[in-house]
């Protein structure tokens, strides 16, 4: 009775259903007989005939028989209207805690500093985290093996994962504006009397977040997206520690008043993320999982 117990659980049957229980007894004792060489050869048979007739129809993909599984689709499929249908059940996926908590975390960081120029450097700092954690959060089915369900779904990898960076930095970019707009609304002398354009606060913590989520995506493709996120998270931790120091707190001061190098950094950083996010993407155009690795 007890090695059924889960069986019966699974369908909702009671384990004191005598009927099932009394079913999977015969399927437990039926033996099912070993094929044969001529059966096996007509499986195969019968399978190519049909792997034929779908090859004459460009609309049918088809399987091919290598090591790893591979399904290629067409290039129709990395449609934007394809991506955009996804947008929407992949922003149901952040639940109103989350953004009510995250948001929260970023506002009273806001309020809570003291001075213009510390806002601004929290909210730096902040957006970077802000778009990790979203990012994290979008993949957390990751942790529950379920790579094997999504590539059963009619979307491409690629589609898939085009929706969540949407998402991550849709709402991360929606929440930092806010936050940036509060900052210029009650410190006004940092972005007039210090001729700190907006436009420059606002690239101040969108090139680091772009920069952070382009590692985290590019290092998933080997790793994974925990182990992804991760890795920037580190790499962040490294950055907030050097500014802290005097060189860094130095170049901090330059890059606010001189012109060079160090000013074009932010910028640097949102095109090397934005080429990170890009290769992500397009390596995964074709799919290739090795569900024999799953358990």
Known sequence: MDKYQEILSEIDKDGNDEEMVAVLNKLSKYNVPKPTAVMTSSLLHNLKAVLQENDSHDDVPILKSVNRVAIERSANDGSLLSVLRLVKPQLAILSWRFMAMTSLIIFAGIFLTNGDRDSLIFLTNGAPILGLLTLFYEHRAELYGTN?????CPYTPAQLAGARII????????????????????FSDMLTN???LLWKTILAWLAPMVFFLGVALAVSLRLGAMYGCGTAFIMWVAKVIFEQSDIGKSLIQISL??????QRMPMILLVIGLILIAIYLRCLRVENMDYSQEG
């Open 194 to 196: 210090e001729k700190v």
């Open 148 to 152: 094997e369900l999504e590539a059963s």
């Open 257 to 262: 008043v001189g012109n060079g190098l160090i």
């Open 167 to 186: 998402v991550t930095l849709g709402y991360t970019i929606i929440v930092c504006l806010t936050a940036t707009g509060m900052i210029a609304l009650s």
